[in-house]
């Protein structure tokens, strides 16, 4: 089983584990200098997944991040964070010479298409296929990436685009103030 790995990485039980105790002990040891280091270090791709803030991009792209994913854990970790799709714009015009990826509250088809027009290159699942895994295992899974799938040509049909690409914010969606 894999094991969880935030902050201070210690073996110990698996994630699965009813008796897991996790180690958060003190994160303000934390900050750019350790993707600076992960960065010098790791030469393979690097993506900095949690961004919420255009400032915080424009360092990730500085320090040589290969990718973001615009995410607030899905609304799990700090109550009243941002929703992700409303720091897109900032973000992806922070970052345009890498992929801005986005998850958290993706439910359906149209939250998907939201995203792509805000100019994501990738949208993220997860508790919706993890619940569809816990009630049907595989088939359960691959049934909820089939409504996610119907739900996206047909929204795409109702707003007259035949190709992700063509997908644009000024277009297809409409600004609230
Ligand atoms: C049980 C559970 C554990 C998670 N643990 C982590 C974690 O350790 N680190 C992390 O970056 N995100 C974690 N996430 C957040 C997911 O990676 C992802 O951002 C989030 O589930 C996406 O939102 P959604 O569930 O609304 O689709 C966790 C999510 C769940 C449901």
Same mark, same amino acid.
């Given at each position: 089983?894999p094991h969880?790995? /935030?902050?201070?990485?210690? $073996?110990?039980?698996p994630i699965?584990?009813?008796?897991?105790?996790?180690?958060?002990?003190?994160?303000?040891?934390?900050?750019w200098?350790?993707?600076?280091l #992960?960065?010098?270090?790791?030469?393979?791709?690097?993506? #900095?997944k949690?961004?919420?803030?255009?400032?915080d991009?424009?360092?990730a792209?500085a320090?040589? =991040?290969?990718g973001?994913i615009?995410? /607030?854990h899905?609304?799990?970790?700090?109550?009243? =964070? #941002?929703?992700?799709? $409303?720091?897109?714009?900032?973000?992806v015009?922070a970052?345009p010479?890498?992929?801005?990826?986005?998850?958290?509250?993706i439910?359906r088809g149209a939250?998907?298409?939201?995203?792509?027009a805000?100019?994501a290159r990738?949208?993220?699942?997860? $508790?919706?296929?993890?619940?569809?895994?816990?009630?049907g295992?595989?088939?359960? =899974?691959?049934? =909820?990436?089939?409504l996610?799938?119907?739900?996206?040509? $047909? /929204?795409?049909?109702?707003?007259?685009?035949?190709? #992700?690409?063509?997908?644009d914010?000024?277009?297809h969606?409409?600004?609230q103030?």
């Amino acid at each position: 089983m894999p094991h969880f790995e /935030n902050n201070f990485a210690q $073996r110990g039980a698996p994630i699965l584990s009813p008796s897991v105790t996790r180690g958060f002990t003190g994160r303000a040891h934390l900050n750019w200098e350790h993707v600076r280091l #992960i960065r010098a270090q790791w030469p393979g791709v690097l993506i #900095i997944k949690g961004i919420l803030h255009q400032d915080d991009a424009r360092t990730a792209c500085a320090l040589g =991040a290969d990718g973001i994913i615009v995410s /607030n854990h899905g609304g799990r970790q700090l109550d009243g =964070a #941002i929703a992700p799709l $409303r720091a897109m714009p900032g973000i992806v015009a922070a970052c345009p010479d890498i992929p801005v990826m986005l998850d958290s509250g993706i439910r359906r088809g149209a939250d998907v298409l939201k995203a792509l027009a805000l100019g994501a290159r990738f949208v993220f699942v997860g $508790r919706p296929f993890a619940y569809a895994a816990a009630v049907g295992g595989q088939a359960g =899974a691959e049934h =909820a990436a089939g409504l996610l799938q119907q739900e996206i040509s $047909r /929204n795409m049909a109702m707003l007259g685009v035949t190709r #992700i690409a063509a997908l644009d914010a000024r277009a297809h969606l409409v600004a609230q103030r």
